[in-house]
């Protein structure tokens, strides 16, 4: 008997021999092997479970593999309130890569690095997503150059130290089975400014305080370039204006973050267009004073950001997600007299078009960031109606809605109604990073928690019929 243990105990060295969950979970009938009858069980998904505390395969250090996937749903067998799944617990496929659900973490500074490399606050933040059952993680705002950057401690991927930290990152989160993205950005005459915790102490006390970073606050005042040579607002950093040469190496730089992506092994990329950053200040008239053919009508304002995706596209074979902001929130019609006047939903659409043409896999739907005078109506969904236009113009092509989502209800509801195909929350996750658990419960679902916390999600499992 100890002798036959012995023989069949799996080695923790040759985590290589313990098959992968997917092959697992696809050998429902799979015979017990010969003389090992004690060490795996048949668990009631008739899938092979080992009586060991098996490892992931194929990872760098120890964890216990998790089966099924930490945030995905049971099978009805088991558990038959799970026979009407909600949409938001639905896999979904882009471009061959199947995200578990729909759930995806929004990109969000962390202004934690350290020169643009992730240090372990990223890890942490990052890796405690990954272990609490969320589709998807769309890691922050990175500059593919270093003056792209909001803040001096943004995130970069414009040399090659910079990968090392993220890949591990990224092993770790897919150890965890999580897809994991890099939203690859430039802040255009946005760079160079406080990060908003320092910021805004000073705010508090006088609204015109600097939102610029001063170059002996690590700032690179005097190197910021835009579309145009004028400011986002009287706190922000001139910028100059960006010459061919500049868009050159903007494009390029892009590539090369690409390679780098490709080697730190993400997912998908997110490019950012939205939030006035340089490539929403080409498309916004707001930004955009150019008199070239990078400015004035739709199409030369849409050259450069179509030229950059376009590239990017034919550079990157995973799913390609563009963010982009579907209205600057301005006053006033978006056309007076044939005059675009800002940037607004009717040329998101036209933009939307033309990236669905370049073949990206998902527009990402938010808005604002351009002009500082902007009214936001905030509250709940307040930009679901954006994303929802989008998705009537282009039925076919997959829409994530953003914007104070912070209820599992008001989520399903958004793609239940066919506003959007998956979601991504933000602020909520960082309140909630159980949110996907949480959201389980609330709909009556039963998915799996990580194993080191099942204990605390017994409620979960509960049988109904
Ligand atoms: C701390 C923080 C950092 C953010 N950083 C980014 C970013 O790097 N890129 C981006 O596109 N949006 C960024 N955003 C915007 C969020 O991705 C999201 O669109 C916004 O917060 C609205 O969604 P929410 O209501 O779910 O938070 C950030 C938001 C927060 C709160």
Known sequence: MLNEHKACKLDSRKRTSVPSTQQ??????????????????????????????????????????????????????????????????????????????????????????????ATDWHFVHIGALATRGVGAITMEATSVVPEGRISPQDAGLWTDSQIAPLKRIVNFVHAHDTKIGIQLSHAGRKASTLPPWIHDRFAKIDPTAPSAARNDEDGWL???????????????????????????????AFL????????????????????????????????????????????????????????????????????????????????????????????????????AKIGIDLLDCSTGGVYYKQ???????????????????????????????????????????????LVFLGRELLRNPNFALTAALELGTVIKPANQYERAWTRLYKPKH
């Open 375 to 421: 009214k936001i109506p905030v509250g709940p969904l307040y930009q679901v109606p954006f994303a929802q236009a989008v998705k009537e113009a282009y039925p076919a092509l997959v829409v994530g809605a953003v914007g104070l989502i912070t209820t599992p209800q008001q989520a399903e509801s958004v793609l239940e109604d066919g506003k959007a195909d």
């Open 24 to 117: 697992r979970l696809e050998i429902p009938n799979a015979p017990f092997p010969k003389g090992c009858k004690h060490s795996l069980v048949r668990s009631p998904l008739n899938t092979m479970t080992p009586r060991i505390n098996a490892a992931v395969p194929g990872a760098d250090q120890y964890f216990p593999v998790n089966i099924p996937p930490i945030g995905t749903s049971y099978s009805k067998d088991e558990y038959p309130q799970n026979a009407n799944l909600p949409q938001l617990f639905r896999p979904i496929t882009l471009k061959g890569t199947t995200f578990k659900n729909r759930i995806f973490t929004s990109p969000m500074c962390q202004y934690s690095s350290d020169n643009g490399h």
């Open 256 to 355: 090369q973050s690409v390679e780098r992506a490709k080697a730190a092994g993400y997912d998908y990329i997110e490019i950012h267009g939205a939030h006035g950053y340089f490539i929403h200040e080409f498309l916004s008239p707001i930004a955009n004073e150019r008199t070239d053919h990078y400015g004035g009508s739709l199409e030369n304002r849409m050259r450069f950001p179509l030229r950059l995706i376009k590239k990017v596209r034919e550079a990157w074979d995973k799913p390609l997600f563009v963010r982009i902001s579907a209205t600057d929130w301005a006053e006033g019609p978006e056309q007076e007299n044939g005059v675009w006047k800002y940037w607004g939903i009717e040329q998101s659409k036209i933009l939307v078009g033309e990236l």
């Open 222 to 252: 005097g190197s910021v370039y835009g579309p145009s040579a004028t400011a986002h607002s009287p706190t922000y950093p001139l910028p100059r204006e960006s010459t061919e040469e500049d868009l050159l190496r903007i494009e390029d």
